[in-house]
DNA sequence: GTCCAGGTTTTTA
DNA sequence: TAAAAACATGGA
């Protein structure tokens, strides 16, 4: 269990390992949360805003005391990690070797319909860009925090747009399938609330249903905004790193927790790349 | 100017 | 049915 106490400078946190800020912000699984000169880093969550730093060995977080239990929740923080790479660990050696090239890594819970409208901008799109025009869809539609960070504006809000409204976005293409996921899940078409217990595959045909949203949306979604972890995306980067380091296996081998694989491998794969 | 980016839809053969 | 091409935008 993790425990926290008021401190001078915010919230320190107790018996957390496993976790590094780098590692969980910065392995593309969310595009809301920046470093900060001091190494600390902001972002928002369910229209809250944390700033969360390292000091030492230990971590501050600096948020309301009433929003504690959320960030913790929010940061899985009561999940057991190390037990959770040990066991992928010995499926495959290079999986042990991604794993412990990023081992601080979390799976963050994310909204939902948030995860899933970030990753429809995501298609055929680079990760700058995404996060601008993610900040953007923020800041144009969603509330206001203060003079610098907004809520992620929700499903109903954006339905009542247009494609002229989201011009300002400069999301391409993409405006059109934010239009048709927010309509659909503001109607009640697709909900929300039911797609958290369906069986993975129907989950995955209902996010399906909207315009824009294909198998790998569609995994992203489920596997960071409704924490499914036996979930395996494969983007452009994942069917490069299964090739070339593990021929003849498939995502679904690595089991119900295929979903923390995967981040270990597209992180690894990226900064392979560099 | 060309290519590419955490894909999906539409068109073509 | 499967393989190309198109889709907006902006940085390299």
Redesign the pocket.
Known sequence: MVEYKEVNNGIELHNVSDFDLKDTFE???CFRFDEQEDGSYIGVASGKKLRIKKQGQKIILDCVWEDVNFWLDFLDLEFDYQDAKEKLSKLHPNLEKAAKHAPGIRILRQEPWEALCSFII????????IKGIVSRLCEYFGEKIDDRYYSFPDAKTISRLSKEDL?PL?C??RDKYILDAASKVANDEINMETIKSLPIEQARQELMKI????????D?ALLYGFHRLECF?M????KKAMEELFPGVVGEEFGEHAGIA??YI?HYMRNLKK
Request: some cysteine.
């Open positions: 392995c593309g699984q995501s298609q055929n799109n680079n990760i700058p860009r011009a400069r391409g293409f315009k824009g949203v294909g198998v790998k949306v569609a992203c995306p983007d452009v980067w994942m995967q981040q597209y």
